[in-house]
């Protein structure tokens, strides 16, 4: 099984407005199961009041079925994300991703910007490159606190999924 590491530096924005005295994570996704040519990107989302949710029945499906709404509005714990665009997304794709990148420790790097705050799930797909896309692994991981500065790194387990579950998974 081929495990792919993929460090990152993650900060969130809540409210829609750029934090002062922001707070960063960095964050690594160990991927299991997926070569590069599995993944088209890596969909990474974070959740306000995270132990409402567990990992399990978050990672069973796509996200997007969990956090959007029967009318078609959004759950207002998911947090938007400022994207490499400098726009407010629901979720952070970043533009000019590489799968091929995903080797060994030394990775790639996504950049997030992230208020402090307590209580946030992080929740990471990886998604196919074909058409429809498709949800190839997934993963999450709670974060208690986040301080203003950079906090101490955590790594986020992310499994293949033995079923791909059948939905259009991008969130933005």
Not at 18 to 43: K, M, R, S, Y
Not at 44 to 73: E, F, M, P, Q, W
Not at 150 to 157: E, H, R, S, Y
């Amino acid at each position: 099984m081929r495990r792919l590491f993929l460090p990152a530096l993650l900060c969130a924005l809540s409210c829609g407005s750029a934090p002062e005295g922001g707070g960063g994570v960095p964050v690594g996704l160990d991927i299991h199961g997926l070569t590069p040519q599995d993944i088209g990107t890596v969909q990474i989302a974070v959740l306000a009041h995270g132990n409402s949710y567990t990992c399990a029945t978050l990672t069973d499906t796509c996200l997007r079925s969990a956090v959007l709404n029967g009318d078609g509005t959004w759950n207002p714990d998911l947090l938007q994300l400022k994207g490499d665009d400098g726009k407010l997304h629901r979720s952070y794709r970043p533009a000019n991703f590489d799968p091929s990148q995903l080797t060994g420790a030394s990775g790639a790097t996504l950049n997030l910007s992230l208020s402090p705050g307590t209580n946030f799930l992080v929740v990471v797909e990886v998604l196919s490159p074909n058409d429809p896309v498709e949800v190839q692994a997934s993963g999450c991981l709670p974060v208690a606190q986040l301080d203003s500065g950079v906090n101490k790194a955590v790594t986020i387990q992310v499994q293949a999924k033995a079923v791909v579950p059948t939905c259009e998974p991008r969130i933005d």
